[in-house]
Structures are given as structure tokens and as C-alpha cells.
């Protein structure tokens, strides 16, 4: 079953805008991460958010967490056409989790036109 | 090194072979995943190994076999598969279990072909 479900399923902007992505999920969570994937290709770490933190930075990402309403959210600023690709945010379930179990979410496929 | 390697990047085969896949990581990494993803579908977890031990089968129907020979290998033997086992494969690995939790570190995937 779906951990996680994005919000939108397929986003579609211009070159240098903002790319805003959202996940939700259901369960109580000892970290939530995200991933890219190239068309066809393997995932790559993105970046991780613990349960404990609101907020993470790495570059031109920016990534918050809510656990109260159970969602984060992916901010990729000053899009470049490179960032087209399809992201999903993963949880790492809480203490009655099997702990290796990293569960994707639906994913957004994101589109940048240069 | 932060490479995970999988062979063969395409594999196209019949209901009746037998094949397959490979995954290599010398990273030092002590936890292994198999991962299906179909079109446009995100990667839905298969198997885990920790330490060489299978920890997690997801009610994996039994034509799919795993095999965890050392820390650095892990394959996943198939058998009489059928064409909706097409699919993307992809293998992962991960640091061993630490608190705030683990990263996965993916190949670039086998895609399978069941004719």
C-alpha cells in the first residue's frame, strides 16, 4: 500500500521559476527523504528530514516536514532544465516499522522548459 | 567509490528461462534491496538483506529468488516468470542501520522483458 501520495502527479514550468512539491503520508515516520529519477534511470538522493526538524536546506533545495499534518514539501528554486525528472518523497516507518523498509510515494513528474 | 552496479542493464526472456540479475556494491554497505518498478509507478520494495540475512520479503511470489553470496554482492534469480513481471529491477544499498536514519543508494536498474 501507498505510504505516500504527491501532490501534483505532473508540474510543468518555465525555466529560473519555483518548483513546489508536495507529499503526504500516513503513518508516523522516523524520517521522510526524497528522490530523483531521471527517465529510465536509477534513483539519486536528494535529501533527508528527520522527524524532529522542520526545515532542511541543501542548495537550491529546500525541503519542510509537518508531522502534525503528516506532510513536506520540496521547494527547487531557480529551476534549470536538468531538474526535469520525477521526484518522490520515501519514509522510513516509526518504531513499529521494520527500520529498513523505505516506502516511495506516488511521485510528481516535473518538467522544466527552457 | 559510491557506485551500485547492475547487470545486465536490459534483459529480454521467455516464460520458461531461467536468468539473473546482478548487483554489486563496494561501498561497505551491510543492508541490500530489490526494488520492481513499473511505468510510471514508483519502486515498490521486494527484499532486504542485512548482514548477508534475508530481514524483509514482501510476499514475493516465489519465481523471484534472492541470493546475498557476501556484503557485496546480491542477485535475484528468475524462473518462470510471466509478462506482467516486466519491469524496471533496481537494486539498492544502504550504510548499516545508524539512528536519524539511512540513505539508499541506487543502481541504474535491469529492465526485463517477459515474452
Known amino acids: 500500500s501507498q505510504q505516500g501520495e504527491e501532490d501534483p502527479q505532473a508540474l510543468s514550468i518555465q525555466e529560473g521559476e519555483n518548483a513546489t512539491m508536495n507529499c503526504s503520508y500516513k503513518t508516523s515516520i522516523n524520517n521522510l527523504q526524497w528522490y530523483r529519477q531521471n527517465s529510465g534511470r536509477g534513483l539519486v538522493h536528494l535529501i533527508l528530514i528527520r522527524s524532529n526538524e522542520r526545515e532542511k536546506h541543501s542548495g537550491r533545495l529546500r525541503v519542510t516536514l509537518d508531522t502534525s499534518k503528516k506532510s513536506s514539501s520540496l521547494l527547487i528554486t531557480a529551476s534549470r532544465a536538468a531538474d526535469t525528472a520525477s521526484y518522490f518523497c520515501?519514509?522510513?516507518?516509526?518504531?513499529?516499522?521494520?527500520?529498513?523498509?523505505?516506502?516511495f510515494g506516488t511521485g510528481t513528474r516535473l518538467t522544466i522548459i527552457p | 567509490d559510491t557506485e551500485v552496479t547492475q547487470t545486465p542493464k536490459h534483459l529480454v526472456m521467455g516464460m520458461t528461462n531461467k536468468k539473473s540479475l546482478k548487483c554489486e556494491q563496494h561501498m561497505g554497505h551491510r543492508a541490500m534491496y530489490w526494488y520492481k518498478q513499473k511505468a510510471k509507478k514508483p519502486p515498490e520494495l521486494m527484499f532486504v538483506y542485512s548482514y548477508e540475512k534475508l530481514s524483509i520479503n514482501e510476499s514475493v511470489p516465489s519465481r523471484f529468488s534472492p541470493e546475498c553470496p557476501n556484503s557485496s554482492l546480491l542477485n535475484l534469480h528468475l524462473h518462470a516468470l510471466q509478462p506482467e513481471d516486466s519491469a524496471l529491477y533496481l537494486c539498492a544499498s544502504s550504510p548499516s542501520r545508524r539512528t536519524g536514519g539511512r540513505e539508499l543508494f541506487f543502481g541504474e536498474g535491469s529492465r526485463l522483458t517477459v515474452l
Open positions: 520515501a519514509t522510513e516507518g516509526g518504531s513499529n516499522f521494520g527500520n529498513e523498509k523505505l516506502t
